[in-house]
C-alpha cells in the first residue's frame, strides 16, 4: 500500500468532503509517484507528536549578495537544510526602516557606513520557518565578522570583511519576531503544506 503524506492525506479529505472530485483527482494524479514511493522508503512513522515547527526568521541578502548574484546560491542553502520558505520579496530599503531594523546599533561609529551599505542597492528579504530555526540559521550563517566566519557558512564562504558580509539573520526568537513584523506584512506570509512535511518536520 502507498503511504500518502500527511499534507496530500488532509487535502484529499478536505477535497472529498466539500465535494470537489474532480480536484482530488488531479491532485493525486499530479503527485510525482516518486515521491509517494520515497515516503514509504523513508519510513514513514505515523507520528501524532509533531515538533514546534512555528518558529520563524528573517533573512535578508544584503546589497552586496544581490549585486553578486548570490541569491539562487544562499536560498538553496536553507531550502537544503528542508526549512520552509512562507515570505520572500525584493525592495530598496528607506532610511527610516533601516533604522527601525538597526535600533540598537545607532549609536555605533560604523552606522553610517552601514546605512550607506544597505541603502545602496536592493535586498532580497525571506521569512524562513522550522524547527529552531533561527538558531540553525544563524549557525549557517557564520560570525558577524567574515574574517572569523568559519568555511562552509554563508559569511565563510561568500565573504572577508565586516562591512560587506552579504547577508543578515534574526539572532533571537523575540528578535525575529520584530523583524519579521517590521518588513512583511501579515498578508505576505503564507501558511503552506510542504508535500515533503513528514519527511522534514515529523520527529
Ligand atoms: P549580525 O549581522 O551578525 O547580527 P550585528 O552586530 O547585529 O551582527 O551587526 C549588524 C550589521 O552591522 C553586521 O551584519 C554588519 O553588516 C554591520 N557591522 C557590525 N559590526 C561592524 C563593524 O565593526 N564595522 C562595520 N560594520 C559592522
Ligand atoms: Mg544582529
Redesign the pocket.
Known amino acids: 500500500m502507498v503511504m500518502f503524506p500527511r499534507c496530500i492525506f488532509k487535502r484529499v479529505f478536505q477535497q472529498f468532503y466539500s465535494g470537489h472530485q474532480e480536484t482530488t483527482k488531479s491532485l493525486l494524479s499530479g503527485f510525482p509517484t516518486a515521491l509517494l514511493h520515497g515516503q514509504r522508503a523513508a519510513g514513514h512513522r505515523s507520528s501524532s507528536s509533531l515538533p514546534s515547527v512555528s518558529e520563524r526568521t528573517l533573512i535578508a541578502i544584503?546589497p552586496d549578495g544581490v549585486q553578486r548574484r548570490l541569491v539562487g546560491q544562499i536560498i538553496q542553502r536553507f531550502e537544503q537544510r528542508g526549512f520552509k520558505l512562507v515570505g520572500l520579496k525584493m525592495l530598496q530599503v528607506s532610511e527610516d526602516l533601516l533604522s527601525q531594523h538597526?535600533s540598537?546599533?545607532r549609536t555605533?561609529p560604523?552606522y553610517p557606513?552601514?546605512v550607506h551599505?544597505m541603502t545602496s542597492g536592493p535586498v532580497v528579504v525571506m521569512v524562513w520557518e522550522g524547527h529552531k530555526v533561527v538558531q540553525a540559521t544563524r549557525t549557517m550563517?557564520g560570525?558577524?565578522?567574515p574574517a572569523e566566519a568559519q568555511a562552509g557558512t554563508v559569511r565563510g564562504d561568500f565573504s572577508f570583511h565586516?562591512?560587506r558580509?552579504v547577508v543578515?539573520?534574526s539572532?533571537s526568537v523575540d528578535g525575529a519576531q520584530r523583524e519579521i513584523q517590521l518588513w512583511f506584512q501579515g498578508k505576505d506570509l503564507l501558511n503552506w503544506d510542504c508535500c515533503d512535511q513528514t519527511i522534514t518536520c515529523e520527529l
Open positions: 544584503k538597526y540598537q546599533l555605533k560604523f557606513s552601514l551599505y550563517v560570525h558577524t565578522n565586516v562591512s558580509n543578515h539573520a539572532d
